[in-house]
């Protein structure tokens, strides 16, 4: 059965500090995969989409994500995090010919001053 | 552009009740999709429609339902409320396979 890992509950970074959060997805063909944000009280945010191809993707905010197809994993990371970036953030892989996507349990962030 | 709109914002429901939430999707999107996000825990899938018809559905229980209507909105109904079902109700709306966006959901306690 499809599965994502996110083995990180929480994280707490420096502003300025480098991030990487991690995701680990168990699919048996090739994966759509996706990192949302949420902050608290809305909805989730795309912030970068893997479907093909290259498999470094920059996405918004200044996000990144590296597909390792020999790894399984989707890792997202910023260079430099700002304080506005504090929130939830959610791996999700997608399945079949329609819209359903399995969430991982999400990694929040802390943002040090 | 109005985003997916979700209504109410929130609810407090009683055990063995029944609930309706309600989806706008985006303005041209056909399909909606409807995610259970239990505290703690990332969204689960429930349905998805597409032109009305339902095109996938997740593992809950009969008790969940939900429907599209000709103006592509929806409505999600859940009979005989459990506390378990207390969550966070995300609609999502596609204009393209995969390309989800959410609204800010509807919170359900049911005491």
């Known amino acids: 059965a499809q599965s994502v890992t996110q083995p990180d509950i929480h994280i707490t970074v420096s502003e300025g500090a480098s991030l990487e959060l991690r995701c680990n997805y168990s699919y048996g063909a090739t994966p759509y995969l996706f990192w949302y944000v949420q902050s608290p009280g809305q909805g989730l945010q795309l912030l970068l989409k893997?479907?093909?191809?290259?498999?470094l993707v920059q996405g918004i905010k200044g996000f990144e994500a590296e597909f390792k197809r020999s790894q399984s994993s989707f890792n997202l990371r910023k260079p430099s995090v700002h304080w506005s970036d504090a929130a939830e953030y959610f791996c999700a892989v997608g399945e079949g010919d329609f819209n359903k996507f399995y969430f991982g349990s999400g990694t929040k962030l802390n943002v040090k001053p | 552009d109005a985003g997916v709109t979700q209504s109410p914002t929130h609810l407090i429901k009683t055990r063995g009740q029944q609930v309706t939430l309600r989806c706008s999707p985006i303005s041209g999107h056909k399909s909606v999709s409807w995610y259970q996000q239990v505290l703690g825990q990332g969204p689960q899938f429930i349905f998805q429609y597409y032109e009305k018809e339902e095109r996938g559905r997740g593992n809950f229980p009969d008790r969940f339902s939900a429907r599209q209507f000709p103006n592509y909105s929806s409505e999600l109904n859940v009979n005989a409320l459990l506390l378990g079902d207390s969550a966070l109700y995300l609609c999502?709306?596609?204009?393209?396979?995969?390309?989800?966006?959410f609204g800010p959901g509807t919170r359900l306690t049911v005491t």
């Open positions: 999502a709306s596609s204009l393209s396979l995969y390309e989800q966006y």
């Open positions: 893997y479907f093909s191809g290259d498999t």
